[in-house]
């Protein structure tokens, strides 16, 4: 249980650092980014549903902030197209 939060915060970090501490030369780089956030997201539902989902409401709170970084890489993109 430990290892799947471990490795879904692993997924969560690498995938902000990365989409934020790299130069961004147009959306598709954001979208790859968005890409890698859907797959963690999948990781840590097959996590929790190995682990009957009870993650003393870690499973939880990194799903809500895999939905967050999804929505602001989104926002992103949006804001890149307009511009």
Do not use: C, P
Not at 2 to 9: D, F, H, L, N, R
Not at 32 to 60: P, S, T, W
């Amino acid at each position: 249980m430990k290892k799947a939060i471990g490795v879904a915060a692993l997924g969560l970090s690498f995938v902000v650092g990365g989409a934020f501490g790299a130069a961004v030369r147009d959306w598709h780089d954001l979208g790859k980014a968005r890409d890698h956030i859907h797959e963690a997201q999948k990781e840590l539902n097959h996590a929790r549903a190995a682990n009957n989902y009870d993650m003393a409401g870690h499973g939880v709170k990194a799903e809500r902030l895999l939905t967050d970084a999804e929505r602001e890489i989104s926002l992103a993109i949006d804001a890149i197209r307009a511009h």
